[in-house]
């Protein structure tokens, strides 16, 4: 990649290109916005008669800042990459001004606003509903940014081995499942056998949604530290893949 550096009027540029690509393709569109929250009213029921009220009303946003992340950030991004590429659209970017970082950012922008976007409507929602709100709001909101950064990440690192867009859904399917079943997502992982729960511990979005449910609920027993060196792991070492293994061209 070239040169590291990101130019604002550059990346605001490719984000509102990427925007304008994003609202036309009416599928994408639909399920960035819609399929999240109906995994929020499935994550209420799935968990429905195993908590108190609060506990329920927390659970089920933590569960479902996941859900947008994985849905909106993750599988919307990897369509969007594998899309740009087929079409040429990367290519013929880099033979301009903007820097790789730039491209890969700003096509990563509109899905990284829209997760914050619905993010915060579940929070709102949550106030109407009376569920306590976040104890720590800095840290839920870095947990967050943190989470679509490695999203990101790992979406250009799939799009590498995606060859079309039609099998995007293939692709994204394994960190999806690992996530909805070991992140503890719809199952907590301290009900796990300890082999398995330590295992999940190490899956990609298992930190951040540790981090996510300290930030809003507290700490608790967590180990913050260690939650925020796996994230910064899987992050750093993603993005070095990234560097080493995106394809910018269409498979011939």
Not at 240 to 251: C, G, K, S, T
């Amino acid at each position: 990649m070239n040169a590291l550096t990101l130019n604002p009027g550059r990346l605001t540029a490719l984000g509102r290109s990427e925007l304008t690509l994003l609202v036309r393709n009416r599928a994408a569109l639909s399920l960035a916005v819609l399929m999240p929250l109906l995994m929020v009213f499935v994550l209420r029921s799935a968990l429905s008669g195993t908590e108190g009220a609060e506990a329920l009303g927390a659970a089920t946003l933590t569960g479902g800042i996941g859900m947008v992340l994985i849905l909106v950030v993750h599988m919307n991004l990897v369509s969007a990459y594998v899309a740009r590429r087929e079409e040429l659209v990367l290519k013929r970017l880099r033979t301009g001004e903007a820097n790789d970082l730039e491209i890969l950012a700003g096509t990563a922008l509109p899905a990284a606003v829209l997760a914050l976007g619905q993010i915060t409507v579940l929070a709102v929602a949550g106030a109407v509903l009376d569920v306590p709100m976040p104890q720590n709001p800095l840290l839920l909101l870095a947990s967050v940014l943190a989470g679509i950064l490695l999203l990101a990440a790992l979406s250009a690192l799939t799009s590498s081995f995606t060859r079309t867009v039609e099998t995007a859904g293939l692709t994204t399917l394994p960190l999806f499942l690992a996530t909805v079943l070991g992140s503890g997502l719809f199952v907590p992982t301290d009900s796990l056998p300890s082999l398995a729960a330590s295992l999940c511990e190490l899956l990609p979005l298992s930190a951040v949604m540790t981090l996510v449910r300290a930030g809003w609920s507290g700490p608790g027993d967590a180990d913050l530290v260690q939650a925020a060196l796996v994230t910064l792991a899987w992050t750093v070492n993603s993005v070095f893949a990234v560097q080493r293994w995106f394809r910018w061209e269409p498979r011939r």
